[in-house]
């Protein structure tokens, strides 16, 4: 079955999905936020020798993955209509290796391919976007295993994807415009700017994160599908 992605859909089903759980994914966001700076701060406090530095940066890195993946389980936890619970956001461990092993592979092969030509390299960024997502859903697909099935769920939809991915750098050009362009209005610049900039925050933010695990919910469901059927 050939693969099929409804971007309409996605973006209405994202932002449904988003304003129903406005609240809860808010609060989340910007809790892990803040223990994301507090654990950062802390980490580099202790950081003043090379050997410290370096060890800062891989703990640092560390730290964000097992977060990023956080944020993520709850996206894809909305996306899926399912319950969001702010613990689930820690429940992540054991997936923090394969985590960094295909954040690693992501950027090795989205490089190589940036090197070889611009193009090739969005085409793999595009195609393998989902290895994170994957390892989240599927406890038996790790590392290679999750790229591979990234990349076939994406197979004859990358262009959609491209256009779902133009659509948030278009939201999110917005805020930054809006932000940086307010600010030269005289006697009231600085307050919309910085109205401005809350409402990308609280609203921008969030549902260009929700856009992607929308998308994904979509082609698990449908690659399940299409195996099942063979």
């Given amino acids: 079955m050939k693969n099929n992605l409804p971007t309409s859909q996605i973006i209405s089903d994202a932002w449904r999905n988003f304003i129903s759980n406005f609240w ?7 809790a892990v936020i803040v223990i994301s700076m507090v654990m950062n701060s802390l980490v580099f406090r202790f950081s003043g020798t090379l050997t410290g530095n370096i060890l800062g940066q891989i703990i640092s890195f560390v730290i964000g993955v097992y977060l990023a993946m956080g944020l993520l389980r709850i996206f894809i936890d909305t996306a899926s209509k399912k319950e969001i619970k ?3 956001v820690f429940k992540q461990g054991k997936y ?18 940036l090197i070889a030509l611009v193009i090739p390299g969005i085409i ?20 290679w295993l999750a790229v591979k099935h990234s990349w076939d769920m994406t197979k004859g939809v990358k262009w959609k994807l491209f256009g779902l991915t133009l659509y948030v750098a278009g939201l999110n050009l ?6 940086f362009g307010l600010i030269f209005i005289p006697g009231v610049g600085v307050i919309l700017s910085i109205i401005w900039g809350i409402i990308g925050l609280l609203i921008v933010a969030p549902y260009s994160s929700l856009i992607p695990a929308q998308a994904y919910v ?7 599908d299409s195996e099942r059927q063979q």
């Fill in 96 to 113: 923090i290796i394969p985590g960094i092993v295909v954040t690693l592979l992501t950027v090795l092969f989205v490089g190589l391919g």
């Fill in 174 to 179: 917005l805020v930054m415009a809006g932000v």
């Fill in 124 to 143: 793999v960024a595009l195609g393998i976007q989902f290895a994170m997502y994957t390892i989240l859903d599927h406890d038996e697909k790790r590392g």
């Fill in 86 to 88: 702010f613990s689930n």
């Fill in 218 to 224: 979509f082609l698990k469901k449908q690659h399940s």
């Fill in 24 to 30: 809860k994914i808010i609060g989340i966001m910007i």
